[in-house]
Every structure is written in C-alpha cells, then in structure tokens.
C-alpha cells in the first residue's frame, strides 16, 4: 500500500436477529437495493450496483435481542446523503415508517437525524453542509455543535 494512501471505511455487517424483517428496513424504508441473499443466514445491500454498502447476518443473532443501550457496541452506522433534499426524503420514509426519530442535531458542519434499525442499531442519517461554511475557530480549527432544530419543518422541507 502507498504510504500516502488512507484507508475509507467502506460497509457495515450487522448481527441481526431476523433477516426478513432487517431486509425490509434497509430496503423499503432506506432505499437499498438487496444485491446478494444467502438463503435465511445473510445478504448484502447498497445503493447504486456497488456490491454493499449494509451487510446483515444471523450467524451469531438469530432470534436474539437487541444489545442493552448502556453497554459497548456499535453506536451508530453514519448514512451520508448527497444533498439536504435527498436527506429529508430519506427522514421522511423514516416517519412515514412509524420508527421514531429520537435525535436531530444541526451540527455545524452537517445536520443528522437518529433513529433505531428493527434489531436495535442505531442509524444516522446526515448531510454535510458545503465546506465552505463549515464554522471555524480563528485558527482554522472546526467549530462543531449540538443544536436542535425544528424537525417537523425539516420534515416539510424547509427548517
């Protein structure tokens, strides 16, 4: 490897505890496209032909619950979407879906929303703000928040 290449994560594999059930989440309300199936043990999901984006197994989940909140794990898996508008298209199947948004934030340099996948993992979903008005300190440092905005006029499009 190049010693000036950096590595990019490139997909998630999640334990789940019911295939059918996790593949309609990603699918129907995330918009994925289901690219490869191994019987009832695992499939492999993305947007656009990549080969997957989102993994999902019952190798060592099937018919488990979901981790406790309060313990280690997988906080959340980051969905970055291209633009504010394909971002509240994707909050809105979210609410339409029924899951609840438990979280949103307009962090400075990008606006994110947070819910539950069906097995319990937490999702985000956000759009980065062009860099240009990324907030920064006189230093050049990033300046990030954690401040609430209205959800319900973002969900309408505007907020």
Not at 29 to 58: C, E, K, P
Not at 107 to 132: C, Q, R, T
Request: glycine share 12%; with cysteine; aromatic share 10%.
């Amino acid at each position: 490897m190049d010693s000036m290449a950096k590595p990019c994560i490139g997909h998630t594999h999640l334990k789940v505890a019911d295939l059918e059930r996790a593949i309609a989440f990603w699918t129907d309300v995330m918009g994925m496209d289901l690219m490869v199936r191994y019987g009832d043990q695992a499939a492999f999901l993305s947007w656009g032909g990549y080969h997957h984006h989102i993994g999902l197994n019952t190798w060592h989940s099937a018919g488990g619950t979901a981790a406790p909140k309060h313990h280690t794990g997988l906080f959340h898996v980051a969905l970055l979407y291209p633009t504010r508008e394909a971002l509240v298209t994707a909050a809105n199947r979210v609410a339409k879906a029924g899951i609840e948004i438990y979280g949103h934030a307009d962090h400075g340099v990008s606006v994110a929303l947070y819910f539950d996948d069906p097995d319990g993992n937490g999702v985000e979903i956000y759009w980065d703000k062009p860099e240009e008005d990324w907030p920064r300190q006189e230093d050049g440092s990033l300046i990030m928040v954690n401040e609430r905005f209205d959800l319900a006029g973002f969900l309408a499009g505007g907020g």
